[in-house]
C-alpha cells in the first residue's frame, strides 16, 4: 500500500512538471503503471493528489525558514526564503492560481495544511520587522498573496521576470 502510494507520488510529481497541476489522474495512473482504481483509492480527486504533493513543499519551505532565520542579515534571509516560495511554485504550471485560492480560504485542507510553512516565514518577517529593515504594517497573509501574484506573473509571461520582480516588491518592502 504505501509501495504504491510512494509511486503515485513520484508520478504525480512528474505528470505535475510536465503537464502542469491540471493534469488528469489517469496520466499518474499511466507513469505509475498502475491501474486507475488504485489511484483513486488512494487519491479520490485529483485536488487530494495535489494536495500531498504540496505538503512536502510546504515542509521544505518550512525547514527552510527555519535554517534562514538563523543566519545572514533578516532581509535578506526573508528574500532568499520568498524566491524558494516562488521557485516551488514555478516547478508545476498552474499551481500559483491553485495556491492563490487557498491562501484565500482559510479553512481547505491544504490551506489549514501550509499553517506550519507559513508560520516559519512569519518569523523570518518579524525579524527582518525588528531590525527595521521591513515595513511594520506588513503581514505574511499579504506577502505569501504578493509572492503568489508574481509566480502567477512569471508563469504567464517569462520565469526569468519572477527574479526581477521580487527585487521590486522587496525594495517596496523596505522600510524608509
Same mark, same amino acid.
Given at each position: ?12 510529481? !512528474? ?5 502542469? *497541476? @491540471? ?18 483509492? $488512494? ?32 532581509? @535578506? ?8 516560495? +516562488? ?8 499551481? !500559483?492560481?491553485?495556491? =492563490?485560492?487557498?491562501? $484565500? %480560504? ?10 506550519? =510553512?507559513?508560520? !516559519? ?6 525579524? *527582518?520587522?525588528? %531590525? ?16 503568489? *501574484? +508574481? ?6 509571461? %517569462?520565469?526569468?521576470?519572477?527574479? @526581477? ?7 517596496? =518592502?523596505?522600510?524608509?
Amino acid at each position: 500500500m504505501l509501495r504504491n502510494r510512494e509511486r503515485l507520488l513520484t508520478a504525480a510529481r !512528474a505528470v505535475f512538471a510536465d503537464a502542469g *497541476a @491540471d493534469a488528469s489522474l489517469l496520466e499518474v495512473a499511466k507513469r505509475a503503471v498502475l491501474g486507475t482504481g488504485t489511484v483513486y483509492r $488512494h487519491f479520490p480527486t485529483r485536488e487530494a493528489l495535489l494536495e500531498a504533493v504540496l505538503l512536502d513543499h510546504f515542509e521544505a519551505l518550512r525547514v527552510a525558514a527555519v535554517n534562514l532565520a538563523e543566519v545572514g542579515p533578516p532581509d @535578506d534571509a526573508l528574500a532568499d526564503w520568498l524566491q524558494q516560495f +516562488i521557485s516551488h511554485l514555478g516547478e508545476y504550471r498552474g499551481l !500559483a492560481r491553485e495556491v =492563490m485560492s487557498v491562501l $484565500h %480560504d482559510g479553512v481547505s485542507p491544504l490551506s489549514v495544511s501550509c499553517q506550519d =510553512m507559513r508560520a !516559519a516565514g512569519t518569523v523570518l518577517l518579524s525579524r *527582518a520587522q525588528r %531590525d527595521g529593515t521591513m515595513r511594520a504594517d506588513l503581514d505574511m497573509s499579504t506577502l505569501l498573496k504578493l509572492a503568489n *501574484a +508574481i509566480a502567477l506573473t512569471a508563469e504567464e509571461t %517569462d520565469s526569468g521576470r519572477g527574479v @526581477d520582480l521580487l527585487g521590486y516588491l522587496m525594495e517596496g =518592502m523596505r522600510r524608509r
